[in-house]
């Protein structure tokens, strides 16, 4: 296995946007980087197993993952490339949501090199003017509707609820860097407008910060739409939810064009090999 970790994603057709710098970073020493999970659904899908895999492949390079579930942001909702407003899931049913996908999460990575984590313990205690004050005021309105996810839901409307949505993920990535000495973030490539509020709220709040961020592309259906827990048509991790057998299918009617993509999306094949 190839100790870089950039590479290692770059020939796996895993990679889509870094921030310049990045590859130095992880080859010079041993770094922390996270991916989010928001628990929308009481289950992961495939498209959340290739995250999972990512990490897998961060801890195998030798770094150290974080696995974040967002029991704070998904009791907002991500409005990133989503046509209408979300409804909104209970406190009780986001918990719910919450403990099921972290009891999923703990299955595939090394627990005494991972932390597990959960962003609604340093989010539930801050107060609408501390919000408004330390956060609200790093981020300019202009800067906000220059994002894809707030400026494609102008016309079919974005409520303040959805807007800050992007402002709660940075603050994220903000205290992650400071309290976990995490330096990475990583998501799809929707995520991108999200993961760079969390770049420039580090980069105002920190002297001298060194921060970064990546993405990979989305694995997507037949039709080019994600795979996701609301879009419907999802292929579940959790085998009451989707079968083994169907499991299987999914793989087994994958067009022969992507077999290659898939085999190096979906297993530990060696860039060697």
Request: overall charge negative; some cysteine; proline content about 3%.
């Amino acid at each position: 296995m190839s100790k870089n970790f950039i590479k290692e994603l770059e020939w796996r057709g895993m990679l889509q946007d870094s921030i310049p710098g990045c590859e130095d970073q992880l080859l010079e020493k041993s770094c922390s980087g996270y991916i989010g999970f928001d628990p929308t659904a009481d289950s992961l899908h495939i498209g959340s197993l290739v995250q999972i895999l990512i990490l897998m492949h961060f801890q195998k390079c030798g770094h150290k993952p974080i696995v974040l579930v967002g029991g704070a942001t998904g009791l907002i909702g991500d409005p990133s490339f989503k046509a209408d407003e979300r409804s909104l899931n209970s406190k009780e049913t986001v918990v719910k949501f919450t403990e099921a996908i972290q009891s999923q999460l703990i299955k595939y990575l090394d627990q005494d090199n991972t932390k597990f984590l959960n962003n609604y313990d340093w989010t539930k205690d801050i107060n609408v003017i501390d919000f408004l004050r330390d956060y609200g005021k790093s981020f300019t309105i202009n800067y906000m509707l220059a994002k894809d996810s707030v400026s494609s839901r102008m016309e079919t409307g974005l409520s303040f609820t959805e807007f800050a949505y992007s402002i709660l993920q940075g603050m994220d990535f903000n205290h992650l860097y400071q309290n976990n000495n995490c330096i990475l973030q990583i998501g799809g490539s929707d995520q991108w407008g999200n993961m760079t509020s969390g770049l420039e709220l580090i980069r105002k709040n920190n002297e001298d910060s060194e921060a970064y961020a990546l993405t990979f592309p989305l694995v997507t259906k037949s039709d080019g739409t994600k795979f996701g827990k609301t879009e419907g048509g999802a292929i579940w991790l959790d085998p009451k939810k989707t079968t083994p057998y169907e499991f299987y299918q999914f793989f087994l009617n994958t067009p022969d064009e992507d077999t290659i993509k898939y085999l190096k999306y979906f297993t530990f094949l060696s860039m060697e090999e």
